[in-house]
């Protein structure tokens, strides 16, 4: 402010200058006809000078106000350094107590970081976010299967893809143990996953790869296969019906032309032929379990002839093993 009224002022006194200058070159010209022209060039040359003078006077003022504004700033930083640090400085308690102050609530912030970090790093925390990739694969996909099964696309899998960070044949295989455990096994049930594999892009590789993983989970978690259930427990055979039920569904999609192409091969490299190692079945036992139609499936309804009553079960042990379930 004290700026602006000295500009002001300077700026006011250089006007009534040049204001006299004027009116003495008026009269100037009024008494002085012969010499006019010298007049007017010795009054430019005043008011040239007057002006020059005058712009050094406001750049010195100006320069005065500046250094000024910097005195004081020195000087409000002085002030602070002699009413706060050096009364801090000269008491040790003070000192001490605003050092332990600022160690609490380091100390605090940091513990608290650290606390954060370990609850993300931790196995429930890691669980809790593979259990939420799952849904995400099940829930996503239910939207388009079976009723919208034309709109499932390539564009919808990259989605679940970019979502969960699963790759195709992962996303195939979650869903495929799902539907083996949550969903009725019928046409609608295949379709579903024949339509899944052709927009995933898999090969039969990857498909016998996928098949023989899950029959591999499936055999840890209940054994070797069995249909005689003589001298066991309920909760044991239930157990078995489910391990029956979810063998015969495996053998019938390795034998589905569809689903895997069939090559004359060596027995040993038989999809269906490993998947009888892995069960430790035999060949009686893949008479007796195997699906030869899904009317046949349907009419006689599998899960009620082998007694797979065991589902609530197997839904809490698929939680701890990370699986694909929508009960995760």
Do not use: C
């Not at 029959?215 to 054994?223: D, E, H, M, P, Q």
Request: no cysteine; hydrophobic share 40%.
């Amino acid at each position: 402010l004290r700026r602006r009224n000295r500009v002001a002022a300077l700026a006011a006194a250089a006007d009534d200058d040049a204001a006299q200058s004027a009116e003495g070159a008026a009269v100037a010209d009024l008494g002085a006809g012969e010499d006019q022209p010298a007049v007017l060039a010795s009054e430019d040359e005043a008011s040239e000078s007057a002006a020059a003078l005058d712009e050094s006077e406001l750049e010195e003022e100006l320069d005065w106000l500046v250094e000024g504004e910097e005195e004081e700033v020195k000087s409000l930083g002085e002030k602070f350094v002699r009413t706060v640090v050096e009364p801090i400085k000269a008491r040790p308690v003070v000192r001490n107590l605003l050092g332990l102050v600022s160690l609490y609530f380091f100390a605090t912030f940091a513990y608290a970081n650290f606390k954060v970090v370990r609850k993300m790093l931790s196995p429930r925390a890691k669980k809790r976010r593979q259990v939420n990739k799952n849904l995400t694969v099940i829930e996503t996909l239910n939207e388009y299967l079976p009723g919208n099964r034309a709109a499932l696309n390539g564009q919808a899998l990259e989605k679940i893809r970019y979502v969960t960070t699963f790759s195709y044949d992962l996303i195939f295989r979650k869903y495929l143990r799902y539907l083996l455990n949550e969903r009725k096994f019928d046409a609608d049930a295949v379709s579903d996953l024949l339509h899944l594999k052709q927009q995933a892009q898999l090969t039969d590789d990857q498909i016998g790869e996928i098949l023989r993983e899950v029959a591999l989970r499936t055999f840890k978690k209940y054994g070797i296969l069995m249909t005689d259930t003589t001298g066991l427990t309920a909760d044991a055979i239930m157990k078995k019906a489910a391990e029956r039920s979810i063998f015969s569904k495996l053998l019938y999609l390795a034998e589905l032309p569809e689903m895997v192409t069939q090559q004359e091969a060596e027995i040993s490299q038989n999809l269906s032929w490993q998947i009888l190692e892995i069960f430790g079945a035999t060949s009686e036992d893949a008479d007796k379990l195997r699906i030869r139609t899904l009317s046949e499936l349907e009419t006689e309804d599998l899960e009620s002839l082998m007694g797979a009553g065991g589902a609530p079960e197997e839904e809490g042990e698929e939680a701890s093993e990370e699986s694909g379930t929508l009960n995760e």
